[in-house]
T-cell receptor
Framework: AQTVTQSQPEMSVQEAETVTLSCTYDTSESDYYLFWYKQPPSRQMILVIRQEAYKQQNATENRFSVNFQKAAKSFSLKISDSQLGDAAMYFC????????????FGTGTRLQVTL | KAGVTQTPRYLIKTRGQQVTLSCSPISGHRSVSWYQQTPGQGLQFLFE???????NKGNFPGRFSGRQFSNSRSEMNVSTLELGDSALYLC?????????????FGPGTRLTVL
């Protein structure tokens, strides 16, 4: 069974600084998807970034980028120029290739952004 | 394009009752998945429906069931409610197109069982 581990229950970053959230996963599959979702206090789950395992290039979406290390089964999220609106729970998620309709989530990292 | 909608947003039920939650996917999305979120167990996959057929199922008892209609709208039913069923139930939809697939989530239904 696939598992996703987020070892940082809480992180804090100052506004305009950079923070990295960690995620490791375990799978025997060679092709799969990885995601970072953000869940603000409103509880609406929002997709932040997506990575296909067969792509060596790390995904980037504006201030958000990932460091995907397939051999190490590591998938960290870097948030640059942190903003107050980035404060939320961040979930790392995995799905097998073919369909992303069955996500396995980590336990989440609560990110605080301070002035 | 409208996002995933879920109704109702909040529900209060008592033990032993049953409940039905509804999810309308993004237009053009054919896959609907359901997740349960609790403080203790985190986010857990319940089941997925695609073209009116259950395609994947998580590790939940048979009291949890669902269905999907021809317009891709989905309902989830929980019978004989237990206190532990109190949770945020999230619905997500996707186009279910391999290699580009991504799930988009609704705002959730908060179920409280008394």
């Amino acid at each position: 069974a696939q598992t996703v581990t987020q070892s940082q229950p809480e992180m804090s970053v100052q506004e305009a600084e950079t923070v990295t959230l960690s995620c490791t996963y375990d799978t025997s599959e060679s092709d799969y998807y990885l995601f970072w979702y953000k869940q603000p206090p409103s509880r609406q789950m929002i997709l932040v970034i997506r990575q296909e395992a067969y792509k060596q290039q790390n995904a980037t979406e504006n201030r958000f980028s990932v460091n995907f290390q397939k051999a190490a089964k590591s998938f960290s999220l870097k948030i640059s120029d942190s903003q107050l609106g980035d404060a939320a729970m961040y979930f790392c998620a995995y799905s097998m290739s073919g369909t992303a309709s069955k996500l396995t989530f980590g336990t989440g990292t609560r990110l605080q952004v301070t002035l | 394009k409208a996002g995933v909608t879920q109704t109702p947003r909040y529900l209060i039920k008592t033990r032993g009752q049953q409940v039905t939650l509804s999810c309308s996917p993004i237009s053009g999305h054919r896959s609907v998945s359901w997740y349960q979120q609790t403080p203790g167990q985190g986010l857990q996959f319940l089941f997925e429906y695609f073209s009116e057929t259950q395609r994947n199922k998580g590790n939940f008892p048979g009291r949890f069931s669902g269905r999907q209609f021809s317009n891709s709208r989905s309902e989830m039913n929980v019978s004989t409610l237990e206190l532990g069923d109190s949770a945020l139930y999230l619905c997500a939809s996707s186009r279910a197109v391999p290699s580009t697939d991504t799930q988009y989530f609704g705002p959730g239904t908060r179920l409280t069982v008394l």
